[in-house]
């Protein structure tokens, strides 16, 4: 993994909002090598203004973010370009962030017969596992995971949820917004809707 240090990711006391509405406020957590956190929420909640808050992708209304070890973001957009066939777009990364050879995890996450297709072509699931395989690729102690398993037919469910494991057992950290149930050992949950102004809370 990348950097020496222990990685560490925390919030403290952070509010987010989108237009005029605060989604939520006072929202402080602390991770370190090996946590698991599963965030919850309704749709609208504000689980991925968080994760974009922690990547540094937008800015909090209050509150800081403060993290230790490079942060890897997989969220709807697989960071691939469109018009490469995946096993190119995939050794892009590769010479980016000087890691070693994919083929690995293109063994894992079965995205060996895909290397040919372009990216734009992948299907919701195989767009999904090409975006984790880039992330994987990528080395980082930090993982911020949007609907990670949205798309996933059953066996590659349970496959990203073992390498989300893995990850984890070897001293990662990963926050993971997700409408599924995770089962990730040690995993603890976030539920962003703990953090909702008072007006927004569901009766
Ligand atoms: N650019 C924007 N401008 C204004 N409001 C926005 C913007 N982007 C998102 N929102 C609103 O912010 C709220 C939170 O959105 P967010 O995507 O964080 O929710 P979520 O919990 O991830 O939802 P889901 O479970 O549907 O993915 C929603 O009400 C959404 O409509």
Redesign the pocket.
Known sequence: MQGSAAPSLSARDLA?R??D?V?FRGLSFELGPGAAMHVT????????????ALAGLKTPFIGQVLSSGAIGLLDERTGLDPDQPLGRALQFWQSVDGCGDPAETVTLLVLGPLLDVPVRYLSTGQRKRAGLAALLGRNVPIWLL??PLSGLDARAMEQVTALISEHVTGGGIALI?S?QPLAIEGLTTLA?EDYAPAAERLP
């Open positions: 987010c989108r237009g509405r989604l929420g309704a749709n609208g909640t504000g689980k991925t203004t968080l994760i974009r949007d609907e917004a409408h962003i």
